[in-house]
């Protein structure tokens, strides 16, 4: 028998760290999601859920590097009256955490090898949400309509969310995601990214006995990466009210220290909240590229060529403090004694594409700390109160008084 409406549903907090735990130590770095989402949906089933309810769509047969499945999504009719409700995190990890072995030391969890990350981004976020899934069916717990969906492919490019079949969400009226640090944290908007694909073509030549016939594809790169640097386009990027960020992070080409390099691939990106600004550090890329390629001449004159391509990774978005997902979220961090920070964040989230979608998506700390590295951690304490707030947030409790 379903609890009385207005009684506020509680945490197992010992189940809850047990779970994010087992989850953490599953690997599915990106594209390879198939063993992490098979734990959940047993652990669904086994709660109650009816098997008919998962259903996964075709994201990562949309994906240039394919993929194991694609996003999970559990839709729940409501047994209360209200706007359907969207719970979601991700279910991919960055490489280095596969193999991590979660150990608890005090008031944190890290993993038991210094060569390996912990996976909290975003197996916290995963735990988060099945908890209150799992608390929901186990306790038969009053409810909204309900969606959960657990992503794959967000840490390469929110692959997964960009190719998302909205069809299969429910028309979600407020959306909450779980991917960050401190628990009360409400991240409103997140910067803008796009990526560039840069080739650079030579001549080869002997680099011993010709080497004044070759068009050297690395003098070219370097003459370009110093003018951006020089003038300020490279790294951070302040002109003006303006700001964003670049950065050249891959450099392919050569194969032989006896021969003038004929070819180099580069990979970079441009940041910024400002569309029109990310526009213009793009332009003076190709621009910088274009120029040294011009003026970089072997003996007979002749010279090498660029060919520039930029590609939207995910578009930056705001959402107004007045939204009603911001409102509930925060609403729902005040009733667990904490202050909503809202924020805005320089790096992409699911949240940029879900809103692009069409759904505005506030996203939530889930304990998080130093992601991406070998001193990554997950804080016990914030992970427990975001899983407050999660089933908070699920049963609609936040306004219960």
Partial sequence: MSQPKNTTPKVNDKQALQLVT????????SGEEGQIAAEIQRRLIAAGLPEKQITFDTAHKKSSIGGECGNMIVKLPGTV??????????????PLCVGAEPV????????????????????GGCSV????????????????????????????????????????????????????????????GATGDSGMLI??????????????????????????????ATNGWHGLVVKGKDSGSSNIGVLSGGAATNVVMP???????????????????LKEFKKAFEKAAKSTKNSAGQKGRVSFESYLKYDSFRLSA?????????????????????????????????????FP?????????????????????????ACQIGLDLATAAESDT
């Fill in 22 to 29: 087992e989850l953490m130590a599953i690997p599915g770095k």
């Fill in 81 to 94: 009256k209200g706007p359907r409700r969207l719970l979601m995190a991700h279910m991919d990890t960055v």
């Fill in 104 to 123: 608890k030391k005090g008031k944190l969890i890290h993993s038991k090898s210094p060569l390996t990350a912990l996976g909290a981004d975003d197996r």
């Fill in 129 to 188: 949400i099945l908890n209150a899934l799992i608390t929901i069916l186990e306790q038969d717990l009053p409810h909204p309509p309900l969606t959960f969906v657990w992503m794959v492919q967000e840490e390469i490019g929110l692959v997964g969310v960009r190719h998302l079949t909205t069809s299969k969400l429910g028309k979600p009226a407020m959306c909450f995601n779980w991917d960050g640090k401190l628990a009360d944290m409400v991240c409103i």
């Fill in 199 to 228: 080739h650079i073509n030579g001549l080869a030549s002997h680099a011993g006995a010709h080497p004044e016939l070759g068009v050297s594809a690395a003098v070219i790169a370097g003459r370009a990466i110093d003018d951006l």
């Fill in 263 to 281: 070819e180099l691939t580069i990979k970079a990106e441009a940041r910024s909240h400002n569309p029109r600004f990310r526009e213009r550090i």
């Fill in 322 to 358: 007045d939204e009603p997902a911001v409102q509930t979220a925060s609403q729902a961090i005040r009733k667990r004694g904490g202050t909503p920070d809202l924020t805005i964040g320089n790096g992409g989230l699911d949240a940029n594409w879900m809103t692009a979608h069409g």
């Fill in 361 to 385: 998506t506030v996203t939530l700390g889930c304990g998080q700390q130093d992601i991406h590295t070998t001193s990554e951690t997950l804080m016990i304490d914030e992970y427990l109160k």
